[in-house]
């Protein structure tokens, strides 16, 4: 008997231990920086401090029906500092869901990519990223 309770102790103890490492993994996503990604919103440091501008056009009404069009977007006064580096602008709708991205690099302070098809009319807001 005196084996059966060792055995069961020690089982104990690698639970309790194998316990403490999934919460302390757990804990450790709330942790974001520059370079490396968590489960958590943080404020890193930023090439541009002052704010960007979008542009925002729709127009050319084609299919597939009647309130689809070529948008076009261009984001301007972005600081130089963020020259080459990654850039996402997100349009989204009333539900805060992603209607279309435009993915590229900002030059010269600023972005304008491609212009994409989309219900314009269901714009009402957007994200812009610049990373890297």
Known sequence: MKSKGKRVLIAGIAGAAVFGAVIASAASLGTITTQSLGAANSVVASCDTNGVNLNFTGS?????????????????????????KPI????????????VEFTGVVAGGAFAPAPALVNDQLVVGSAIVIYG
């Open 88 to 99: 996402k602008v997100t349009l989204k709708n009333a539900a805060n869901a992603s209607l």
């Open 60 to 84: 050319t009404y084609t299919s597939p029906g009647p309130n689809y069009g070529t948008t076009t977007i261009t984001v301007t006064n972005i600081n130089t500092a963020c020259n080459g």
